[in-house]
């Protein structure tokens, strides 16, 4: 088998794994078969996990390498499913995610207002 068919082989592997990790966490909020494919998963986690008061640069770094991530949007699901108070996650500071909930559950409630009478 050629160097391309193994590399094509693979790929399909991981989408496919990727996909049903998707899955399983639609299925399961506190499913974490994704992590498996998070590109943190080799990284140093205090990269991450950033001591209060840290700086922008830091964080930016730590977001730069989440944008690398083919389960970035797994991964912020997750944490704000699972209410994550800490780190980023997703490519998003606690604070990002926060304001993310928010505007979920504003845009949830304006639904209901407006189909509920």
Not at 66 to 82: E, F, G, H, I, R
Not at 92 to 105: F, G, H, N, V
Not at 108 to 117: A, E, F, G, K, S
Request: include cysteine.
């Amino acid at each position: 088998m050629h160097a391309e068919d193994v590399n094509a082989v693979l790929s399909t592997r991981r989408e496919r794994g990727i996909e049903l990790a998707k899955e399983a966490l639609l299925a399961d909020r506190s499913s974490l078969a994704w992590q498996a494919f998070a590109a943190c998963r080799v990284a140093d986690p205090e990269a991450f996990f950033l001591a209060k008061g840290a700086g922008a640069k830091d964080i930016e770094k730590a977001v730069q390498y989440c944008n690398t991530c083919d389960v970035k949007t797994l991964c912020l699901l997750y944490a704000v499913a699972s209410h994550e108070t800490f780190g980023i996650w997703g490519g998003m500071t606690p604070r990002a995610r926060r304001a993310l909930r928010s505007r979920i559950k504003n845009a949830h409630r304006m639904t209901t207002d407006i189909l509920v009478p």
